[in-house]
């Protein structure tokens, strides 16, 4: 009895394993704060903003499908995701204090 329920639990955690991935992707777009996404205007402050308002008890920060131009740097607290489609070139880089 103990295998059977083993392998029912098993079975359940990697069917919904692409549903829990999908599930924290959920949340305020940055092009809802104002971001453009063209590529050429500076989305700095919309996408703080947005990472701003998801800081409130946490959540996700939603990136659409584009090319987002900043020039700022970014706080992420704890409890918030970014997420969405990631395609080009990304330099991330840390403070001083990191």
Same mark, same amino acid.
């Given at each position: 009895?103990? %295998?059977?329920? $083993?392998?029912?639990?098993?079975? !359940?955690? @990697? =069917? /919904? +394993? /692409? %549903?829990?991935?999908?599930?924290? @992707?959920? #949340? =305020?777009?940055? &092009?809802?704060? #104002?971001?453009?996404?063209? $590529?050429? %205007?500076?989305?700095? #402050? ?7 308002? =998801?800081? =409130? #008890? $946490?959540?996700?920060?939603?990136? &659409?499908? !584009?090319?987002?131009? %900043? ?5 992420? *607290?704890?409890? +918030?995701?970014?997420? $969405?489609? +990631?395609?080009?070139?990304?330099? +991330?880089?840390?403070? *001083?204090?990191?």
């Amino acid at each position: 009895m103990k %295998t059977k329920l $083993g392998i029912v639990l098993l079975w !359940a955690l @990697c =069917a /919904g +394993v /692409g %549903t829990i991935a999908q599930a924290v @992707c959920v #949340g =305020a777009s940055v &092009n809802s704060f #104002g971001a453009k996404g063209d $590529g050429h %205007t500076d989305d700095s #402050g919309p996408i703080q903003s947005a990472i701003s308002a =998801a800081s =409130a #008890g $946490g959540g996700s920060v939603v990136f &659409n499908v !584009a090319r987002y131009y %900043t020039t700022g740097t970014f706080i992420v *607290p704890q409890g +918030v995701v970014l997420c $969405g489609s +990631v395609e080009g070139p990304i330099i +991330v880089s840390s403070g *001083p204090d990191w």
